[in-house]
């Protein structure tokens, strides 16, 4: 049986859900491939280049910043899983001016998709908000400093329903990334150098993953059940809910990759991180069946 290790970046159904079912519907092992998934999200570069990541935010940024010849050979979703949370009192996006929110670093994947966001609207993320930079987890630090009012706000991730947890708590969701910011991310990238995209490994975990995706889109009962794993602070209800909202609409049947997508996505990161664009959608998204 061929063995790959495979490395989520993150942590929440955006990062993990397609390997999840795949894993826990046996297609790695229908596919003759023994998966070992790792824990990546403390990883430095190098460690990571060993295997296969999840993380297609992470790999564009290595690729763009070091030159790391990273390739996406699946994408799960043109729309990121990261959630503007505020408290009562702010009503939209320009409202964080001068307020404390609480994200992630600029120089990862979602730090510096929330700062496209902002910009976005109107906002000079280093000039016009009081950023709390934390790393991130399961955001649960960042929900008790919203209840203590030590920040006004915080970029969430998908180990929550937000949602749910803003009705619960009387709060705020200022904004979802995916609507106003769309990259193709999450799926399986290679480093080119370390790993051929062709190995029969890497080739039994695509076809894996396509099928999970398509329970994603043909299954729903078993796609919600298997969310409750991660959402296990909420009902059956907020559960379905979320799916039908964010996972049903927005994951793709394949795994394909849109380019125009992808082109704009890469110039718009190029912009924010300083960097020349110097590898275009087609270059870094290799996602043909």
Same mark, same amino acid.
């Given at each position: 049986?061929?063995?790959?290790?495979?490395?989520?970046?993150?942590?929440?159904?955006?990062?993990?859900?397609?390997?999840?079912?795949?894993?826990?519907?046996?297609?790695?092992?229908?596919?003759?491939?023994?998966?070992?998934?790792?824990?990546?999200?403390?990883?430095?570069?190098?460690?990571?280049?060993?295997?296969?990541?999840?993380?297609?935010?992470?790999?564009?940024?290595?690729?763009?910043?070091?030159?790391?010849?990273?390739?996406?050979?699946?994408?799960?979703?043109?729309?990121?899983?990261?959630?503007?949370?505020?408290?009562?009192?702010?009503?939209?996006?320009?409202?964080?001016?001068?307020?404390?929110?609480?994200?992630?670093?600029?120089?990862?994947?979602?730090?510096?998709?929330?700062?496209?966001?902002?910009?976005?609207?109107?906002?000079?993320?280093?000039?016009?908000?009081?950023?709390?930079?934390?790393?991130?987890?399961?955001?649960?630090?960042?929900?008790?400093?919203?209840?203590?009012?030590?920040?006004?706000?915080? &970029?969430?991730?998908?180990?929550? @329903?937000?949602? %749910? #947890? *803003? !009705? =619960?708590? $009387?709060?705020?969701?200022?904004?979802?990334?995916?609507?106003?910011?769309?990259?193709?991310?999450?799926?399986?990238?290679?480093?080119?150098?370390?790993?051929?995209?062709?190995?029969?490994?890497?080739?039994?975990?695509?076809?894996?993953?396509?099928?999970?995706?398509?329970?994603?889109?043909?299954?729903?009962?078993?796609?919600?059940?298997?969310?409750?794993?991660?959402?296990?602070?909420?009902?059956?209800?907020?559960?379905?809910?979320?799916?039908?909202?964010?996972?049903?609409?927005?994951?793709?049947?394949?795994?394909?990759?849109? &380019?125009?997508?992808?082109?704009? @996505?890469?110039? %718009? #990161? *190029? !912009? =924010?991180? $300083?960097?020349?664009?110097?590898?275009?959608?087609?270059?870094?998204?290799?996602?043909?069946?």
């Amino acid at each position: 049986m061929d063995t790959i290790d495979l490395a989520y970046v993150g942590r929440g159904l955006h990062e993990e859900l397609v390997a999840y079912i795949a894993d826990q519907e046996d297609y790695y092992a229908d596919e003759g491939v023994h998966v070992a998934l790792r824990d990546g999200c403390a990883w430095d570069e190098e460690r990571l280049r060993g295997g296969a990541s999840i993380g297609l935010g992470r790999a564009l940024l290595s690729r763009l910043t070091g030159g790391t010849p990273w390739v996406a050979l699946t994408v799960n979703t043109h729309r990121p899983l990261f959630w503007f949370l505020a408290r009562p009192g702010l009503d939209s996006l320009s409202d964080l001016a001068g307020r404390r929110l609480a994200v992630h670093a600029p120089g990862t994947a979602p730090g510096c998709f929330a700062r496209i966001v902002l910009r976005g609207a109107g906002l000079d993320p280093d000039r016009d908000i009081r950023t709390v930079v934390r790393a991130p987890g399961d955001y649960g630090m960042d929900l008790r400093r919203l209840r203590a009012d030590e920040i006004d706000a915080a &970029l969430v991730g998908s180990t929550m @329903a937000p949602e %749910a #947890v *803003a !009705a =619960e708590h $009387g709060w705020r969701v200022l904004a979802w990334v995916g609507d106003h910011f769309r990259i193709p991310t999450v799926g399986l990238a290679v480093d080119t150098s370390r790993t051929d995209p062709d190995d029969p490994a890497v080739q039994a975990v695509l076809r894996a993953h396509r099928r999970a995706l398509k329970v994603i889109h043909e299954d729903p009962d078993t796609t919600v059940r298997h969310m409750h794993t991660f959402l296990g602070g909420h009902t059956p209800d907020e559960v379905r809910a979320h799916y039908d909202t964010f996972i049903a609409p927005h994951y793709t049947t394949d795994g394909q990759v849109d &380019l125009a997508v992808g082109e704009a @996505a890469i110039s %718009a #990161v *190029a !912009a =924010e991180l $300083g960097v020349p664009p110097t590898v275009t959608a087609a270059g870094f998204y290799r996602t043909a069946p």
